[in-house]
Structures are given as C-alpha cells and as structure tokens.
C-alpha cells in the first residue's frame, strides 16, 4: 500500500544521477511463522533490515538518503508468528523501485531465544557426574562464569563456537579440588546464540548455549 509521497535524496541508480526526486514510500506487510521449541521462550527480536536504511517512517527532513536496502520494524511477534512492515521506494521521474518491486520486497526477523532444557554431554562416569556444571548468567553482556565441581586438579579446555561453526574463543582452566569458576569472556564478539563446550582435553564434558546480547 503507498505510505506517503515525499521528497528522498536518491544516490546514483540505475542511470539516474543523485539527486532530490519526488518519491513514492510503500508500505508491504508480511507475516511470518516458525516452531520454537517447548522449552524455548524469545529473549529480544529485531527486523534484519532495520539497521541497513537511512530512512525512516514519520522523519520530518525531506532530504534524507537512500543508499542501502530496506527500512523494515517488527509490528508484533508471538511464539510462532512475526507481522512486519517493509518499506520500498518508487522514484517518480522514472518509475523506477529501490531496492525492488513491490512482490519483490524481502522481510526477515531475527530472535534471540533461551532455551531452558539442561544440555549436558558425556557425563558418563563418577568423577564427572560430580562436577554438576553450570553456566551463569545466561544471557549475559560477554561475561559469564562455568561453574563446575572437581575431585582433582587438571588441565580443562573450553571453546566457543558463533552458530555457523567457527570458533570465536578458545582457552584453558586449572580446576582445583572443590567449586570451581572458570571465567569466560567473549565481550569482543557480536551479539548472538553461542555454544560452550568445556572438556578435559579428550571428551566433552559440558555442552550449553549461551545468549550474548
């Protein structure tokens, strides 16, 4: 549906110089559905593109750049639909769309979501099922501690891996006979859905997600 018409500052596209043009602003509404799990619960939501476009609905300036796609914002979301808005532009001296036709236009959402179900991964003998691991707090800033108990001193190793795979931190920890809390930092990575592995140098012992945000 057409949202307003109004004067963008355009960058150079598709043969047309940059410049002020009368514009035409459409508003496309899309909803779209997805399964979390049972124990799953959404943390914090945003539209992939709302960070990508100089514009946005409602600004008082008339010269406003359009040099990357879409302006989107989340309407409302549940447990198993998102409604969101999409905006897309019709320069008016050539009928041209930026950044594309109407039937086109793309929305995307993304979740943070926690995920209460206990992941943990190789506890198999005694020594191990002792050490009652934990990690807290989750989410959390980059911060967070592994919490485990040890009836030995030794060498443990953890990595953390983003959610294609690649490991973004890697370390070592000498527990200690008792509680133990082994600091993990990963400040200086992007927002997102992470995975802890913590083993002792052969198996795996502990397995979590953990929410940086």
């Known amino acids: 549906m057409l949202y307003s018409s109004v004067s963008l500052k355009w960058p150079a596209y598709n ?4 410049g002020v043009y009368s514009t035409n602003v459409y508003k496309v509404t899309t909803t779209l ?9 959404i943390i914090d939501k945003w539209p992939m ?9 409602d600004t008082a300036s008339i010269l406003i750049s359009v040099d990357k796609p879409y302006w989107s914002k989340v309407v409302s979301a549940n447990n198993t639909t998102a409604v969101l808005e999409t905006y897309v532009f019709q320069n008016l001296s050539n009928n041209n769309y930026y950044p594309n036709t109407l039937s086109n ?17 190789g506890m198999k003998n ?32 953890y990595s953390v891996y983003d959610m294609l795979g690649k490991e973004v931190l890697s370390g070592t920890y000498r527990s200690q006979y008792g509680e133990n809390n082994m600091p ?17 140098g052969s198996k795996i012992l502990y397995r979590q997600k953990v929410i940086k945000h």
């Open 15 to 18: 043969n047309l110089a940059a």
């Open 33 to 41: 559905t997805y399964t979390l799990n049972a124990n799953e619960t």
């Open 49 to 57: 593109y709302k960070e990508c476009f100089g514009w946005a609905p």
């Open 105 to 121: 236009a793309r929305s995307a959402i993304t979740l943070y979501t926690y995920d209460s179900t206990p992941t943990l991964v």
């Open 126 to 157: 005694n020594q191990d099922a002792n050490r009652n691991f934990m990690l807290r707090p989750n989410p959390n800033a980059g911060e967070f501690y592994v919490f485990f108990g040890s009836e030995i001193s030794t060498n443990m190793v």
């Open 184 to 200: 993990v930092n990963i400040e200086n990575c992007a927002n997102g859905i992470y995975i802890v592995n913590v083993s002792d």
